[in-house]
């Protein structure tokens, strides 16, 4: 009786003086309702016929296959399109008024509050056979107006531009603005020509921003669900949609386990990529 | 470089600026226009406008009820997370780098993972214990999404704290508790705020768990939504859509103009305490 009421006193004492304790109760549910969880999808994996016989299944099958290769290239063309807008863009913001930058980036990166899923709705409206396109191509005489613009790798590309652009231009925006005006003075100065500077003195400059937001678009596309459903095609299938099917119609759920696995372990190499970049972050120059 | 390259590079830079600003504004206000239109089809231009869509959203109970439940799972889900979140950032404010490291890496994860994957793990394991088809199962799911942006503003603002006051209040006599109270926590609250913020959002806007875990008699909007898209085409949807866009800017302005307020109000509190 007395032990326990000791060891309750000594851990109210134990909260009252070490802070660190306050922790525990957010740690615990984070542990046991998604931490735990994942865990036993990991093991869900493992319990086919034999222990890899979900992944031998996953891997063996071409579907499955192309499904993977389909989601890594248009993750791939989503990072590389969201980097040629973003670089440019932000090189061109620095060179408005501060007003107009400000409003522009709020502009773009506004969008980022609000629902995934309506962003993607909306493009339906300007995608769609008698949608906006259509209708300002038709108006302008376009021969073989209106185009099929929706379902397919295209559409599914832009909305996946759309939600994921803000997430390069933040870190290609924040690098742009550490640039040294003078080191581009100093270029033009010795003679060198706009391609040349950018090739030579801002790409170098800016490449951690660039390969931040790079990677970080990367690892969200792999996962997209709703914007390859909505836009894309019944043959435009990423590997959430699969790990749908195998879910909810196949009842396969150890392959459904194995392929979800695979994406969990993609998507850390990548974080752990990109951890390594942050924390070599140079200090700023006095 | 001449004066006339010059103009011309600001202009072409205007130029590109204006394209992806309205690359980015344009689906959603073409959007919001043709959720007015009188068609069931999408057409454009609308043939004419009409309310009807709204009608539909107001009326139908399917709407409301999905609407009020999103609403109000999304409350109780920003109520826990803050009142689990702010205690454990001021908890990993006080750990070692190593530990600390580990519970940020731990909040970032829910961020990162696909959430399909978060979605589909959840529902194998709530399956198993009854959780799969009733709100607590929700809520618990979208918790673990909530409570890590809560963690990392009000990490961010504990960071930015002045330890001065902190220790000038110690010197005072007032208690760890007290100074928690009276000095921390009001000082960080923008960050507490926005964190409240993103965790409602979170839940708001979240789809796969509430497919996954959620069941067609507890839908939540965006499950009421994705319906409205996947079996046939309801442009109820995009009235529905214009209501979460002005709720999100409403409560995203709400909390800027808190903001906005608080740094106006600060310097009055580092005065006072200062003297």
Known sequence: ?286 | MSAADHSLSAWSARILVAAVFLFSVLPLAVMLMMSFSSSEFVRFPPPSFSLRWYENYFTRTDWIESTLRSLWIGATVTAIAVLLGVPASLGIAKLGQRSADAALALATLPIVLPPVVIAVAMYMTFSSVGLVGTRTGIVLGHLTLAIPFVVLTTLASLRRLDPELVRAALSLGASRTRVTFTVTLPIIRPGILAGALFAFLASFDELMISLFVGNPEIRTLPRRMWEGVRSEFDPTVSAASAVVILATLVVVGFAFAVNALARRRRPSIREQTHV
């Open chain 1, 1 to 286: 009786m007395t032990d326990v009421r000791r060891r309750r006193g000594s851990l109210v004492d134990a909260l009252r003086s070490d802070e660190r304790l306050l922790v525990l109760p957010a740690a615990l549910t984070l542990l046991v309702f998604f931490v735990v969880p994942l865990a036993m999808l990991v093991g869900i994996s493992f319990s086919g016929d034999t222990p890899l016989a979900a992944y031998r299944k996953f891997f063996g099958s071409a579907a499955a296959m192309k499904i993977l290769a389909n989601t890594v290239t248009i993750a791939a063309v989503v990072t590389l399109v969201c980097a040629v807008v973003a670089v440019p863009f932000s090189l061109a913001l620095s060179r408005l008024p501060p007003a107009y930058a400000r409003l522009a980036l709020l502009g773009v990166t506004l969008p980022m509050w609000i629902s995934l899923l309506v962003r993607t709705y909306a493009w339906l409206y300007v995608l769609a056979q008698e949608g906006v396109t259509n209708a300002a191509l038709e108006a302008v005489g376009m021969p073989g107006a209106p185009f099929p613009l929706l379902f397919n790798w295209g559409s599914v590309t832009v909305g996946m531009v759309h939600i994921l652009l803000p997430y390069m231009l933040l870190p290609v925006h924040n690098a742009v603005t550490m640039l040294d005006p003078q080191l581009m003075r100093a270029a033009r100065s010795l003679g060198a020509g706009s391609l040349r500077i950018f090739a030579t003195v801002i790409l170098p400059l800016i490449a951690r921003g660039i390969a931040t937001g790079a990677i970080l678009v990367f690892i969200l596309s792999l996962g997209f669900f709703v914007t390859p459903q909505m836009l894309g095609g019944p043959r435009n299938t990423m590997i959430a949609t699969y790990i749908d099917v195998m879910t909810n119609t196949t009842l396969d759920w150890p392959r459904a386990a194995a392929a979800s696995t695979v994406l969990v372990l993609g998507v850390l190499v990548c974080f752990a990529i990109l951890s390594v970049l942050s924390r070599k972050q140079p200090q700023a120059a006095p």
